[in-house]
Structures are given as C-alpha cells and as structure tokens.
C-alpha cells in the first residue's frame, strides 16, 4: 500500500535561516513525488515534483526538494527561508504504474517563519 | 477561467440534507479528482474520472457519495442524507493527461459543514 510521512506537524524557523520540511514514503513501484502548499482559506498549489533523474529537483518560490531512494524520503529545502513562506505544505506520492494519477497525501507540516 | 473553480465556497446544511458540490475544471483538462481535507488533515482521494468516465470511485466513503461528470467538463459531488461526520473541505484538481507524472491543480475547495 501506498503512504507518505511526514513526522513533524510544525517546523519554526527564523527568516533568513534554512528551512527542511521531512517527508518519507513508501509506494510498490517507481516513486512520483509532489510538494504542495496550502494558504489560509486557499486551495493546493503545486510547488514542485521528481520524476526521475536528477536528485535535486528545483521548484517554485525557491523551494527545492533532494530525493533518496534509498532512505524513501523527498525532504523539501529552501536556504533563506521567508515569512511569507509560513503555510502548510503537504508531501504526496503516486505509483508510476497507477493510471490516472491518484496522489496520497501526508499529514501535512505548519511552517512557520518569524521576523 | 484560468484556473479550477469550485462552487460554493461555503455550505451549511442540516443533518439530512442533500447537496450537490460544483467542480470546473481548468479547460482541456482530461483528469478530474475529488478529494476531502478534514480539519488538520491531508487530503484523501474520493474519486477519478477521466473524460466522462469514473474510473476510479474507491475512496468514497459511503453509498450516500455519488459523483458525476456527465460532459466530460463540469462535475458534481452529491452527498445524500449529510452526516457530521461529512463536515470537510472537499477539493477539486484537474490534471491534463490521464498518465505520467502530471501534477494536478487544485481549486480553493467547497467547506461543508453539516450542523
């Protein structure tokens, strides 16, 4: 069965300083990997994804994600981090060999950065 | 529209009460997928239309959940006879092609509160 991980429910960080958002996963065959963030009241809005490839998968805002198949996870990065940057983000998975594109999704981490 | 668009934004409605959630998605778009987000959670999946056809309907919940996508554009997620256990933000995404790693966009979601 397909699941995703994600062990903190708040990260807090202080603007300018770095930012990691920990995601692990576990899915039977070729990983997808999306990162979504969430605003108050807002839908999801796609951040970033990994199909294959490069490790390092860059994204929107900043954001980047480091794949590692072998420790399962897809843990999201940003170097300076911003206050505007405090959301919700939510780590998903999809089987490569699912059609259609259904994603699980994880618990979901509260960031939040302060001046 | 530019984006997905869900309709209405807020809905109360009394225990018993049927309603009937509005979904359109971004135009072209071949995939469609419901989703429920309750209160602190992550998403789940409910269900997968690709054109007109459900594909995939193995998340929902209860026989009282029915979706249709009846032209392929627009769907609807009816709940018959609402429960509290209902009370959910329910998300439309849209993707463009059925396969490989397409991310879906998001509408803001419907929040529905049964009383």
């Known amino acids: 069965a397909q699941s995703v991980a994600q062990p903190e429910d708040q990260v807090n960080v202080a603007e300018g300083n770095p930012l990691t958002v920990k995601c692990t996963y576990s899915?039977?065959?070729?990983?997808?990997l999306f990162w979504y963030v969430q605003y108050p009241n807002r839908g999801l809005q796609f951040l970033l994804k990994?199909?294959?490839?490069?490790?390092l998968v860059k994204g929107s805002y900043g954001f980047e994600a480091e794949f590692n198949k072998s420790q399962t996870s897809f843990h999201l990065k940003k170097p300076s981090a911003l206050v505007s940057d405090s959301a919700l983000y939510f780590c998903?998975?999809?089987?490569?060999?699912?059609?259609?594109?259904?994603?699980?999704f994880g618990q979901g981490t509260e960031l939040s950065v302060k001046p | 529209g530019a984006g997905v668009s869900q309709s209405p934004r807020y809905k109360v409605a009394k225990r018993g009460q049927d309603v009937a959630l509005r979904c359109d998605p971004i135009?072209?778009?071949?995939?469609l997928f419901w989703y429920q987000q309750a209160l602190g959670q992550g998403p789940e999946f409910l269900t997968y239309?690709?054109?007109?056809?459900?594909?995939?309907k193995s998340g929902l919940p209860s026989d009282r959940f029915f979706a249709e996508r009846p032209e392929g554009s627009v769907s609807t997620l009816k709940i018959q006879r609402t429960q509290q256990e209902d009370s959910a933000v329910y998300l439309c995404?849209?993707?463009?092609?059925?396969?490989?790693?397409?991310?879906?966009?998001f509408g803001q979601g419907t929040r529905l509160t049964v009383v």
């Open positions: 995404a849209s993707s463009l092609v059925p396969s490989g790693p397409t991310e879906a966009f």
């Open positions: 899915v039977s065959g070729n990983p997808y």
């Open positions: 990994y199909i294959t490839g490069d490790n």
């Open positions: 998903a998975v999809r089987d490569s060999y699912n059609q259609g594109g259904k994603l699980i």
């Open positions: 135009s072209g778009h071949v995939s």
């Open positions: 239309f690709q054109n007109e056809a459900q594909l995939d």
